[in-house]
């Protein structure tokens, strides 16, 4: 909209002329009509200074959503900026359930799901398993066996599914939408959950961190 920033101008301290100098970052289509302004004491370098306010900018265009949820002890876990994949129960999108079992065969690794597994989206569709400590497993892609078995080639760990702890959950959906990658930005505990807040994990951001700004 016109009230989103479409550039950001950093202002660095140049060890080149010692003085204030502003570097321009722009994105393709950016018009710089609405500028976030940056100043960056610490910053002597107009590299550094561009490929800082360059992620920023990518920051603006691509983390704008808020996901919010609350969890019971897990999220405990979490520090600021550690990364998550979370699901929603939208149709044909990310599903959550339990591992309730697993098998290595010879062609690979039978999962079995709590709950029934949606394919009707059709194409690739992929699967992430949690860790006992919280962590990612995948995601690997999903090749349907029945409605709640799917084969994988392997896992990266030996899941504990009849065990005195919560057993692994598992997290679904086709490949564009099987979770939704998150950044945790806030880990509240209160009531006896804990209320959490992420931003998306967007790879987009990070475009340009190793390129060089224009003449």
Not at 181 to 192: F, K, V
Request: hydrophobic share 35%; glycine share 10%; with cysteine.
């Amino acid at each position: 909209s016109i009230n989103d920033f479409d550039g950001v101008d950093v202002e660095f301290f140049s060890r080149t002329t010692w003085a204030w100098e502003t570097v321009e970052c722009r994105w393709p289509g950016d018009l710089g009509i609405k500028v976030e302004k940056i100043k960056m004491p610490g910053i002597s370098d107009r590299t550094k200074a561009w490929r800082i306010g360059m992620r920023r900018r990518g920051h603006q265009k691509f983390r704008t959503d808020v996901y919010t949820w609350e969890t019971e002890m897990d999220g405990s876990n979490s520090g600021y900026l550690s990364f998550a994949a979370v699901a929603d129960d939208r149709p044909k999108g990310c599903q959550s359930a339990i591992l309730l079992a697993f098998e290595v065969t010879g062609s690979g690794t039978l999962l079995t799901s709590s709950e029934p597994l949606d394919f009707s989206a059709g194409g690739e569709h992929r699967i992430g398993v949690r860790k006992l400590d919280g962590t990612l497993s995948g995601p690997w892609t999903a090749t349907q066996v029945d409605q709640y078995t799917v084969l994988v080639d392997a896992l990266d760990f030996t899941p504990v599914v009849d065990g005195p702890l919560e057993p692994p959950h598992i997290l679904f959906g086709p490949a564009a939408r099987w979770a939704y990658p998150t950044l945790i930005t806030s880990s509240d505990p209160a009531n006896g959950n804990v209320a959490m807040k992420g931003m998306p994990y967007d790879d987009r951001v990070y475009t340009y961190d190793d390129l060089l700004p224009p003449a």
